[in-house]
Nanobody, 126 residues
Framework: QVQLVESGGGSVQAGGSLRLSCAAT????????VGWFRQNPRGEREALAT???????NYADSVRGRFTVSRDTAKNIFYLQMNDLKPDDTRMYYC????????????????????WGRGTQVSVSS
């Protein structure tokens, strides 16, 4: 019954920041894994960051130090703070969730996700 809705995308200049939000319609069953992904031009999705129901987070090397995942448990909202944005960060960004499990390693976590948002567009200009 979980539905996810992303928001917060938009257009920024290089070096700027955005905070993406992922709102879940209901509390996600515990344990769980929530992740942020982005899509390349070939339609492949890359895992950027994950956070589990214990608050443990993990990051792809490509965004570590620039992006931060967090959550507001009471509001069922998950965030991706993106700083020092670069033109190649221009992508569709998605959140996804898997209930009743902890996060798999970053290399394989996408395959475990069962609930996906429709995405939000991020555009970064030079």
């Amino acid at each position: 019954q979980v539905q996810l809705v992303e928001s917060g995308g938009g257009s920024v200049q290089a070096g700027g920041s955005l905070r993406l939000s992922c709102a879940a319609t209901v509390t996600i069953g515990r344990p769980h894994c929530v992740g942020w992904f982005r899509q390349n031009p070939r339609g492949e999705r890359e895992a950027l960051a994950t956070i589990d129901s214990d608050g443990t987070s993990n990051y792809a090397d490509s965004v570590r130090g620039r992006f931060t995942v967090s959550r507001d448990t009471a509001k069922n909202i998950f965030y991706l703070q993106m700083n020092d944005l670069k033109p190649d960060d221009t992508r569709m960004y998605y959140c996804a969730a898997r209930q009743w499990a902890y996060c798999d390693p970053m290399a394989t976590v996408m395959r475990m996700m069962q609930h996906w948002g429709r995405g939000t567009q991020v555009s970064v200009s030079s």
